[in-house]
Nanobody
């Protein structure tokens, strides 16, 4: 079993910054891609950013230039630095990871979600 624990969400004014963290723990052979997605009530979950084990990144169009994803492989943790936040960035943010567990199986896990609210 793999657990993802997210932290760092909250309320911030437009133009401000927040940093999200997501730490993975459990019986993990290796962590492959890690990422962040976001979802509003009644809407589909959308990509925010992903990062491979080697550090290659991919961003959703709406956050390019404002958000930065990074990871610490030694700590099994992924971060999302969010700058120049806008009210339209108000979502529940979910951490996502693809891991290899014993037996060579690759599994995908989601965090519990953390609320980010940007006031105008």
């Amino acid at each position: 079993q793999v657990q993802l624990v997210e932290s760092g969400g909250g309320l911030v004014q437009a133009g401000g910054s927040l940093r999200l963290s997501c730490a993975a723990s459990g019986i993990i052979v290796s962590i492959n891609a890690m990422g962040w997605y976001r979802q509003a009530p009644g809407k589909q979950r959308e990509l925010v950013a992903t990062i491979t084990r080697g550090g290659s990144t991919n961003y959703g169009d709406s956050v390019k230039g404002r958000f930065t994803i990074s990871r610490d492989n030694a700590k099994n943790t992924v971060y999302l630095q969010m700058n120049s936040l806008k009210p339209e960035d108000t979502y529940v943010y979910y951490c996502n990871t693809n891991v290899t567990v014993r037996g060579g199986y690759q599994l995908t896990y989601w965090g519990q979600g953390t609320q980010v609210t940007v006031s105008s």
